[in-house]
């Protein structure tokens, strides 16, 4: 079986250009190809997990990737999924953010002796001149079949910013950059950027009279078809300091039932043949099938060392809850108290259970809320310093743990 046929299998593709031509380049090892990954944040996130996945795939079937950061499309904001425009950001948080993914993409992709290229599209993008452009780029783009678009849709209800109009321009040079810089022959990305991916293939057939390609993959939806990588708190970042080991673990620990065996295939880089037989697997042994996802994307992302130790502590408290050493941990000092107590509400803010007094509120009266594994029914409730000289364990819901210390 070919890394086409593999991808296929693992449910993965979703459109492409030329299917005879892609499966010829990528089952021979001879696609260069990018994905792009603009830098909104100081950490990558799930949503970026599926991108990373099929770059480490296609290198090792002998592919060449290219992950190419938008240090320069950032400065415009993509579009696709929103219903508002995205908050601008200044050069230097984009900077920032830029060498915060450098260092997260070089624990995941081979970078080592050109076996890879790490570039950012500032580099080409914010030196073009704006009439140039118009006349070298924008004349070969339609703007009618530009507002056709998937991406531009639901922004377009609340009116389309031609900031963001510019998007698929600057996503379809950066291809053409790309081809003519590095020999980039392929573009693979998320569904929902099919559109801008057309263009770019186009904008290189009418200035170069040359083929280049392009493949989507499935976008990681949920069994209710929402995105995943979400969580009450915000989104389930790679960096450990933002999404701790535990909590990575335990999100993809959690995920439904009807989700476990796609994310396995999707995701992982265990055999089909082994992930069919956890596919048997029916009832309460699903969690089998889950405890296996958990493990092996914690052991991708931080390593077999943190994989184990999530997966350690996830057991003990899910078992005879005795083991609280890899529990998520929040130190308290004296000065966090008032008269010796403080609120249940201030107490599940500080230890970023919830967001707001609000939600913390709601909790407690929906009986959310334990403490050493008693209910918590008041929203008064203190918890004095002498309770927790000796620690506490605070319970959100039924698989929410987290322990509480004294400095």
Known sequence: MGVYEELQERGLIAQVTDEKEIKELVNNGKAVFYIGFDPTADSLHVGHFMALCLMKRLQMAGNKPIALIGGGTAMIGDPSGRTDMRQMMTKETIDHNVECFKKQMSKFIDFSDEKALLVNN???LL?????EVLRDVGAHFSVNRMLTAECYKQRMEK??????????????????ALYKKYGCNMQFGGDDQWSNMLGGTELIRRKLGKDAYAMTINLLLNSEGK???KTQSG???LDGEKTSPYDFYQYW???DDADAIKCLKMLTFLPLSEIAELEKLEGSEINKAKEVLAYELTNLIHGEEEAKKAQEAARALFG????TDNMPTTEFSEEDFTDGEIGILDLLVKCSLTASKGEGRRLVQQGGISVD???????????SIDDIKNSIIIKKGKKVFHKVILK
């Open 122 to 124: 500032a580099e080409w």
């Open 127 to 131: 030196d073009l001149n704006y009439v």
């Open 159 to 176: 009116g389309l910013s031609f900031l963001e109009f510019n998007y698929m321009i600057m996503q379809s040079y950066d291809f053409y």
């Open 227 to 229: 995105k995943m990588g």
């Open 235 to 237: 989104a389930v970042w």
């Open 253 to 255: 620990r959690n995920v």
């Open 320 to 323: 005879a809850k005795s083991n």
């Open 373 to 383: 594994d008693v209910k918590i029914n008041e929203i008064a409730y203190k918890v």
